[in-house]
């Protein structure tokens, strides 16, 4: 058995999983994967080799699977030494129209899945041990249409950082990387139009979430780091005043 850190990837099968996977690979870590779609995880698993990369076909957003999950990776590789929760979904629309049931589903995969997983891997933590999860730029300024959305992301960071002060005593590291819309393939076909300029790249996040799992990450406890690339908002209000130089890309 190799004293290779073992991390857990929940919800590796989406857009960011690859990159994140690639990079705690390079960075010498034992990554378990996890998912509900057998297909997709086998998938990314074959770019490597079992001993680095070993999926488990799970749901980590439910307790009795999640908590059976790690037991088994505890068995097979004596210890689990992180957790990077990627599950999440996202909906848009306006309140208006926008049913309880669709709420209940942003909350139950954004913020209830991470409580889920994170308790599942907890018991087995010690020391130099590390909680990522990835949050929104809209968590702390909606757009009109992302309340919902906005929301479980808001709770999910207070959650983390809530935890953080319960755990960092054991040496139990938990942060919070902030993105925007990942630059994806898929997201340039669904939006033709939105400035990519302005889209965080999957890997970015993923060098983030390398260097939280890190020892050079040993000062943060409940951080939250903006990920967010070339992003910016734009107001109206932001013109100049009269006489003064034009402000913009210099
Ligand atoms: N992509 C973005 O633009 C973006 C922007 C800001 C924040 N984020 C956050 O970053 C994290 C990773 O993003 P991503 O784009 O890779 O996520 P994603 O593709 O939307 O989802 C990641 C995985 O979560 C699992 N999942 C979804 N719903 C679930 C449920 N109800 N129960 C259990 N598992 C479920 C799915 O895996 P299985 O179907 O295989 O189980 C899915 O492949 C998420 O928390 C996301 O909210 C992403």
Do not use: C
């Not at 018991?123 to 309340?147: C, N």
């Not at 002060?165 to 902030?178: F, M």
Request: charged letters at 20%.
């Amino acid at each position: 058995m190799s004293d290779a850190r073992v991390i857990l990837v929940a919800g590796a099968t989406g857009a960011l999983g690859p990159d994140v996977v690639a990079r705690l690979v390079a960075a010498g870590h034992r990554v378990v994967i996890t998912g509900r779609n057998e297909e997709k995880l086998a998938k990314l698993a074959a770019e490597y080799g079992e001993e680095a990369v070993f999926p488990v076909v799970t749901d980590m957003a439910d307790p009795l699977l999640a908590g059976r999950a790690v037991g088994d990776v505890v068995e097979r590789f004596g210890h689990v030494d992180g957790l990077v929760n990627l599950i999440g979904d996202f909906a848009v629309g306006p309140v208006m129209l926008t049913d309880l049931a669709a709420y209940r589903r942003l909350f139950e995969t954004n913020v209830l899945a991470a409580i889920t997983a994170t308790k599942a891997v907890l018991p087995q933590l010690g020391e130099k041990s590390h909680l990522v999860y990835i949050s929104s730029v809209l968590a702390s300024e909606p757009f009109p249409g992302f309340a919902g959305y906005a929301a479980s992301k808001a709770a999910l960071q207070a959650w983390v950082r809530g935890l953080s002060h319960e755990v960092k005593h054991r040496g139990v590291h938990a942060n919070i990387v902030v993105m925007t819309m990942a630059d994806t393939p898929e997201a340039r076909r669904q939006r033709p139009h939105a400035d990519f300029e302005q889209a965080t790249k999957p890997d970015s996040v993923a060098k983030v979430v390398d260097f939280l799992l890190s020892p050079a990450a040993d000062g943060l406890y409940g951080a939250t780091i903006p990920v967010l690339g070339k992003f910016e908002f734009s107001t109206a209000l932001a013109a100049p005043p009269p006489g003064a130089p034009p402000i913009g890309r210099l």
